[in-house]
């Protein structure tokens, strides 16, 4: 959905490299979440988060990666010292009390670690 | 019991057919049923979504048929078309939690 904008769209990291993967949810929604999809796989969950609060992350992997939502401004999927492994599409989505709480995902940032 | 599965991992349709696709789940507490279409290269694009207390949601050629006892929930597309040539997943969620995605069907609508 357009109203979700991630990015970037696409991005190319050397190994051991930091990649930054930015989320600005629609507008009115206060919650987001974080997915995972490897070529050819489904959508896996990493974490939930709430403006300033991690609600859920036992889907992100213990090391690496980190997730935030601060009060002003996007939604961060941080990924440290990334591996080849670490390739894969990352959507967000969001979702509030201004869409009935439906869930919207945003069109995917696309990172290539060579 | 977060678990959501689906079937089939991959159908082929002619066109005009009908396409289902079913999913199963085992949460009691999920309350939102979305199914979403994806394309390659795109994000995940709701399709239509029903809740517990109402047994089917149709929206055009789309029907979710839902069977609570059964904890089931499938996905019509009605007169299928070349465009709907997509992957599809189920997913569910119970308030306050993540949303759990089904393993993906794709489609295929032969002209």
């Known amino acids: 959905n357009a109203g979700v904008m991630q990015n970037p769209r696409h991005l190319v990291r050397r190994r051991g490299q930091e990649a930054r993967l930015r989320c600005s949810p629609m507008?009115?929604?206060?919650?987001v979440y974080w997915y995972r999809q490897l070529p050819e796989e489904g959508l896996k969950f990493m974490v939930y988060?709430?403006?300033?609060?991690?609600?859920?992350e036992s889907g992100m992997p213990k090391e690496r990666f980190s997730a935030e939502f601060p009060k002003e401004g996007p939604s961060i999927l941080r990924i440290q010292q990334v591996v080849r492994g670490d390739s894969a599409a990352y959507f967000c989505?969001?979702?509030?009390?201004?869409?009935?709480?439906?869930?919207?995902f945003g069109e995917g940032s696309w990172l290539t670690v060579v | 019991q977060q678990q959501v599965k689906q079937s089939p991992q991959s159908l082929i349709v002619q066109k005009g057919g009908i396409s289902i696709i079913n999913c199963a789940y085992e949460n009691t507490a999920f309350d939102y049923f979305p199914w979403y279409q994806q394309f390659p290269g795109k994000g995940p694009a709701l399709l239509i979504a029903?809740?517990?207390?109402?047994s089917e949601k149709k929206e055009g050629r789309f029907t979710i048929s839902f069977n609570k006892s059964a904890k089931q929930f499938s996905l019509h597309i009605m007169d299928s078309q070349p465009g709907d040539s997509a992957t599809y997943f189920c997913?569910?969620?119970?308030?306050?939690?993540?949303?759990?995605f089904g393993g993906g069907t794709r489609l295929m609508v032969k002209p």
């Open positions: 507008k009115g929604h206060s919650h």
């Open positions: 989505a969001s979702f509030g009390q201004s869409s009935g709480n439906t869930i919207y």
């Open positions: 997913a569910a969620r119970a308030t306050g939690n993540m949303l759990t």
């Open positions: 988060l709430q403006k300033e609060n991690i609600i859920d």
């Open positions: 029903i809740r517990p207390d109402v």
